[in-house]
């Protein structure tokens, strides 16, 4: 069975978190605010959704701007990570959720030119 780390997943925003309850996601968004226990934090994306990510352990660095989460989603619209990259905004060039939002927008919008599920063969 190959990991979620493996597999392929779609790019999702705030809005679209209940179409993919029980499945890998890949969600991008600004970190808004740490649970003190470091074991959850919560994200808004490129429209000001906010969503909760839950972490296995706690963090072990200080989060904050803007991150790529893997996880899979909860039956309560949380976000159960996998991992988590911190997209550092070097050399002043912030990153812009908004663009970013608009992007995922035309990818959902045109699947057949965007496809995330590969078949798996066998």
């Known amino acids: 069975m190959a990991s979620l780390l493996d597999a392929s997943k779609p ?6 978190l ?17 649970h003190p226990t470091g074991k959850t934090f919560s994200v808004s994306d490129g429209e000001g959704k906010s969503a909760t ?7 072990e660095e200080e989060l904050s701007g803007i991150v790529e989460v893997i996880g899979m989603v909860s039956s309560k619209g949380v976000i159960t990570s996998t991992t988590y990259n911190i997209l ?12 970013y939002n608009e992007a995922l927008k035309v990818i959902h919008d045109f699947p057949q030119y965007y496809p995330f599920e590969v078949a798996a063969s066998g």
């Open 88 to 99: 550092r905004e070097d050399k002043g060039i912030p990153f812009d959720l908004e663009l």
């Open 18 to 34: 209940s179409q993919h309850i029980g499945r890998g996601v890949c969600f991008v968004g600004r970190v808004e605010k740490v």
């Open 11 to 16: 790019r999702i925003n705030g809005s679209m």
């Open 53 to 59: 990510v839950e972490l296995n352990e706690p963090l």
